[in-house]
């Protein structure tokens, strides 16, 4: 599983943060704040906010512009299913449920449908773990 979340970070540029929130002490946040500060570009999805960090949020993962490489969400396990629905309708190359999400149905429909699928792991600490050795 390291070569392929090793490969998953090396390839990815533009990382849709579903459930990624405004607030500074969020994981979700944090996570956001390392990826931009290593290079990445952040979508923010999240349909309760219009802005976070200073770029536009969408309602959702469908009304995002262009391709996203990675859907990270950040969403409870039950609502992880509708967000993959969404990720397999904008053809998204990986779905990655951060850590403590478990959704093996939603896993296996993205695995079905082509995507990459990251379960319970956290992309701070991968990143970490794997590319700043």
């Known amino acids: 599983?390291?070569?392929?979340?090793?490969?998953?970070?090396?390839?990815?540029?533009?990382?849709?943060?579903?459930g990624l929130?405004?607030?500074?002490?969020?994981?979700?946040?944090?996570?956001?704040e390392y990826l931009m500060a290593n290079g990445y570009e952040i979508i923010p999805v999240n349909p309760n906010c219009t802005e976070i960090f200073g770029?536009?949020?969408?309602?959702?993962?469908t009304d995002v512009p262009g391709d996203v490489d990675v859907v990270?969400?950040?969403r409870k396990?039950?609502?992880?299913?509708p967000v993959v629905d969404d990720a397999i309708t904008i053809r998204a190359g990986v779905v990655w449920m951060q850590e403590g999400i478990i959704n093996e149905?939603?896993?296996?429909?993205?695995?079905?449908?082509?995507?990459?699928?990251?379960?319970?792991?956290?992309?701070?600490?991968?990143?970490?773990?794997?590319l700043n050795e």
């Open 1 to 18: 599983m390291d070569k392929t979340i090793r490969d998953i970070l090396l390839k990815a540029k533009r990382i849709a943060v579903v």
């Open 21 to 32: 929130s405004p607030k500074k002490d969020r994981p979700s946040y944090r996570v956001a």
């Open 55 to 61: 770029k536009k949020c969408y309602r959702s993962l």
């Open 72 to 74: 990270d969400i950040f």
């Open 77 to 81: 396990p039950e609502e992880v299913p």
């Open 105 to 130: 149905a939603a896993a296996r429909k993205a695995r079905d449908a082509g995507l990459d699928v990251v379960m319970d792991k956290c992309m701070l600490k991968e990143h970490m773990r794997l």
